[in-house]
């Protein structure tokens, strides 16, 4: 496979604004293990092979544990491996990557919104849609895990 364009040096301009949405989340409450997970969960359904690659290792160097990362595109099935806040989060994260499935259910919707505050579910709804846009442009220009 060969690798197509590098956006980040073509257009550094649209490569910045994606970053500044990475800012953005740096600066929430979002805490790292769920920010892994949910972009671990979203490049798994999206088949990024770079993004799994990268964040897989971030999670790992976070503390996450070999057999939850194994595990996650599972979850639903290890009911006490992952905590009912994770749950919820890889629920929407799931939901939001395939919308064309139908969106976001009223189901995980009011699940989510009960337990987050308004803040924190768009801060977990924009980390699900940055790591949909990273993966699309991954996948899109063939890029490769180190």
Request: proline residues 1%.
């Amino acid at each position: 496979m060969e690798t197509r364009i590098n956006i980040g040096q073509i257009e550094p301009l649209a490569y910045k604004a994606l970053m500044g949405i990475e800012t953005y989340l740096a600066a929430t409450s979002l805490n790292k293990t769920h920010k892994e997970l949910i972009k671990i969960r979203a490049s798994q359904i999206n088949g990024c092979a770079f993004c799994i690659n990268m964040h897989t290792t971030d999670a790992r160097k976070h503390g996450e544990t070999e057999q939850r990362i194994y595990l996650l595109n599972a979850w639903r099935e290890v009911a006490n491996l992952y905590t009912e806040e994770e749950r919820i989060i890889l629920a929407l994260t799931e939901e939001m990557t395939l919308i064309a499935n139908g969106g976001v259910s009223d189901e995980t919707y009011k699940k989510a919104n009960s337990f987050f505050d308004d803040n924190q579910l768009a801060q977990i709804m924009m980390a699900i849609i940055a790591i949909n846009a990273w993966n699309r442009m991954a996948i899109a220009t063939q890029m490769q895990p180190a």
